[in-house]
């Protein structure tokens, strides 16, 4: 049964039906992300709400954002699922906390895109080249996830500074071009922040993110 004293985030952040339900697993990574959700919810003010998802899918990745109807989705899909963890194979067990925590950050990103309308879209004066429909798609989509990505290390940056270099060098290893991960290579972006000194102090999390961002889109055309 869930712990007491996860109902208040669970309240917080949820449309559960019921967060007793929730199993071990689910409770570690909302415990993980907990911060991240609670600065989403309280101070952003996301429309952000996280669904269990009752039996994942072979494809399914433990941990996903959509948005329907004005609202944020937190996909979790974990049940059913033996490999839901295994992303985090290489992380030491005191480490893969941290490393939920940013993959939570991540999540965050694509949610403020959407509620900034602006998914998928570029800033003024960026000139799009043409191309076809299927590479034009995989182009968008590795773009917020570039942003995405930089949200997650701005957001370690300001919480964890210390742990920049772990985190940064495992999404590294994460995003290496492959087969599997398709269109979410999102090297372009990450080797603009080897460092924590790569953002702007004193800036808010997502315009310290977009900076970097937007200097990765001059590479990516």
């Not at 952000?48 to 433990?62: C, G, K, M, N, W």
């Not at 602006?118 to 076809?132: D, L, T």
């Not at 773009?143 to 500074?161: F, T």
């Not at 702007?200 to 200097?215: N, V």
């Amino acid at each position: 049964m869930i712990k007491r004293a996860f109902l208040p985030l669970l309240l917080l952040t949820s449309s559960l039906a019921s967060a007793a339900d929730l199993t071990e697993m689910e409770i570690r990574w909302l415990k993980a992300g907990s911060a991240v959700l609670a600065y989403a919810k309280q101070e952003l003010k996301l429309p952000l709400d996280i669904t269990v998802q009752p039996q994942a899918r072979p494809t399914d990745v433990p941990l996903a954002l959509g948005y329907d109807n004005g609202r944020c989705k937190l996909v979790l899909s974990m049940r059913g699922n033996p490999n839901a963890e295994d992303i985090l194979d290489t992380v030491p067990p005191a480490q893969r906390a941290l490393m939920i925590e940013a993959m939570v950050a991540h999540e965050i990103g694509h949610c403020w895109r959407y509620a900034q309308g602006n998914w998928h879209a570029v800033p003024a004066g960026f000139e799009e080249q043409p191309s076809q429909a299927a590479r034009h798609a995989l182009r968008d989509t590795r773009r917020e996830e570039g942003y995405a990505d930089l949200v997650a290390l701005a957001w370690i940056q300001q919480r964890h500074p210390e742990q920049y270099a772990a985190v940064a060098s495992w999404m590294r290893q994460v995003r290496q071009p492959s087969p599997a991960s398709g269109s979410h290579s999102t090297l372009t972006w990450l080797q603009l922040a080897p460092t924590g000194a790569a953002f702007a102090p004193g800036l808010p999390l997502f315009e310290q993110a977009d900076r970097l961002w937007q200097k990765g889109l001059l590479q990516d055309q």
